[in-house]
């Protein structure tokens, strides 16, 4: 189970290029326009386990 604590706000990190990868200053832009800038969330691990695609989330407050 996680608990999710807040927002994974923005960071300049997703416009960098990495590796084979070039820089992609697109990927920034479509955040701030779709997600309100958010790139995800940060979450604690309250009881271990496997997520997998299709498993139920439920929120609870």
């Known amino acids: 189970m996680l608990l999710v604590h ?3 706000v923005w960071c300049a990190l997703v ?3 990495f590796d084979d990868l070039t820089k992609e200053p697109r990927i920034m832009r479509t955040l701030v326009r779709e997600n309100d800038g958010n790139l995800g969330v940060f979450a604690l691990v309250e009881e271990p386990g496997e997520i997998r695609e299709g498993d139920r989330v439920t929120l609870l407050a």
């Open 6 to 8: 807040s927002k994974c």
């Open 15 to 17: 416009t960098h290029g």
